[in-house]
């Protein structure tokens, strides 16, 4: 039996849900991520004035501006940490496919820095931000898009 990992994650945090078929509870939650400076605006990431650099031995002083856009550089920040995380399960065998549900810009981030052995466990894509949601309500948009509903018993069609 394949073990399959599914990757719920966005910019606040990710969840990582473990789906082994043939059990009556398939699904569970195995490891979560919290990455609270994904919710901070650019306001709030950058303060309002320029810094000032003074080099050894320089009479002159450096403005210092901003490197690049904040925001950017947290998703990239948080996106290498997931990468990193799913590189190394790969490699304990944690998992033999991965699924992964998240923003379309955020799985374009992912993508590009996630290792290509790992990319190649990639069976799907859901492009939705479910990260902020429930687990219970995770769990069922997932199960509902991901993989097939379980078959109905009875002829009536209840369960």
């Known amino acids: 039996m394949q073990t399959t990992w599914i990757l719920v994650a966005g910019m ?3 969840r990582v849900f473990v789906y082994a078929p043939g059990k009556e509870d398939s699904w569970f939650l195995a490891h979560s991520f919290d990455h609270p400076s994904g919710r901070l605006r650019d306001q709030e990431m950058v303060s309002d004035r320029r810094g000032r ?3 050894r031995g320089d009479r002159i002083s450096h403005a ?3 490197s690049g856009d904040p925001v950017r550089q947290e998703e990239l920040v948080f996106a290498k ?3 990193c995380f799913l590189e190394r399960a ?5 998992y033999a496919r991965l699924f992964i549900v998240s923003s379309p810009q955020f ?6 820095k ?3 052995r790992t990319l190649k466990t990639v069976t799907g894509f859901l492009h939705q931000d479910l990260s902020s949601r429930s687990e219970r309500e ?3 948009a997932m199960s509902s898009r991901i993989f097939p509903a379980p078959p109905l018993s009875g002829r009536d069609g209840s369960r």
């Open 64 to 66: 210092g501006g901003r």
């Open 114 to 116: 996630m290792d290509p």
């Open 138 to 140: 995770t769990l069922d």
């Open 12 to 14: 606040a945090g990710a």
């Open 107 to 112: 799985t374009g981030i992912l993508k590009r």
């Open 81 to 83: 940490r997931l990468a």
């Open 90 to 94: 790969r490699r304990r065998l944690a």
């Open 53 to 55: 650099s003074f080099h």
